[in-house]
T-cell receptor, first 112, second 114 residues
Framework: AQSVSQHNHHVILSEAASLELGCNYSYGGTVNLFWYVQYPGQHLQLLLKYFSGDPLVKGIKGFEAEFIKSKFSFNLRKPSVQWSDTAEYFCAANTGRRALTFGSGTRLQVQP | SAVISQKPSRDICQRGTSLTIQCQVDSQVTMMFWYRQQPGQSLTLIATANQGSEATYESGFVIDKFPISRPNLTFSTLTVSNMSPEDSSIYLC???????????FGPGTRLLVL
């Protein structure tokens, strides 16, 4: 069955620290990968996406993610987090024009 | 990116009643989806709603409980029928960007069933 796993459920960092959130997927065939962010009280926003091509994708607000096919991973990174990055982060995947399968989410708390 | 609105944004309902949630997209889209996000959990797909055909439901969700309409390419409704406290959740509508594979989400409807 198709699945997406996020192993970090709650991450606490200080401002300026580097961030890496793990995401692994279990899909057959070609897969599209996404990271969404949900700021407190706000709706889901797309951070970045990978369909094909360069495995290192850059998104909004300084985030990037790397697709490593051999590891079935799509980890999210940011070199220096800010307090405003406090949010819940969801990794998701689909194949073609289909509904998304979401990971369980990672709550990031950035302390000033 | 598609802009999606939902109504109502939140509601408190009594057990046994039904609530219809509306989802409006600012552009024509082929595929729309309904998800549920239970407190403290991730998003779970309820159904896929394509214009001109019956909605396709995921395992554990049935049409009698969650009837869906999709009358045109910019609008869909989800009804939560015969509600119980277990239906208390955030219900989210999403739409696939025209011709693409990226989904954008509405702000959600926060439902509390007493």
């Amino acid at each position: 069955a198709q699945s997406v796993s996020q192993h970090n459920h709650h991450v606490i960092l200080s401002e300026a620290a580097s961030l890496e959130l793990g995401c692994n997927y279990s899909y057959g065939g070609t897969v599209n990968l996404f990271w969404y962010v949900q700021y407190p009280g706000q709706h889901l926003q797309l951070l970045l996406k990978y369909f094909s091509g360069d495995p290192l994708v850059k998104g909004i607000k300084g985030f990037e993610a790397e697709f490593i096919k051999s590891k079935f991973s799509f980890n999210l990174r940011k070199p220096s987090v800010q307090w405003s990055d406090t949010a819940e982060y969801f990794c998701a995947a689909n194949t073609g024009r289909r509904a998304l399968t979401f990971g369980s989410g990672t709550r990031l708390q950035v302390q000033p | 990116s598609a802009v999606i609105s939902q109504k109502p944004s939140r509601d408190i309902c009594q057990r046994g009643t039904s609530l219809t949630i509306q989802c409006q997209v600012d552009s024509q889209v082929t595929m729309m989806f309904w998800y549920r996000q239970q407190p403290g959990q991730s998003l779970t797909l309820i159904a896929t709603a394509n214009q001109g055909s019956e909605a396709t439901y995921e395992s554990g969700f049935v049409i009698d409980k969650f009837p869906i309409s999709r009358p045109n390419l910019t609008f869909s409704t989800l009804t939560v029928s015969n509600m119980s406290p277990e239906d208390s959740s955030i219900y989210l509508c999403s739409a696939e960007e025209g011709g693409g594979e990226t989904q954008y989400f509405g702000p959600g409807t926060r439902l509390l069933v007493l």
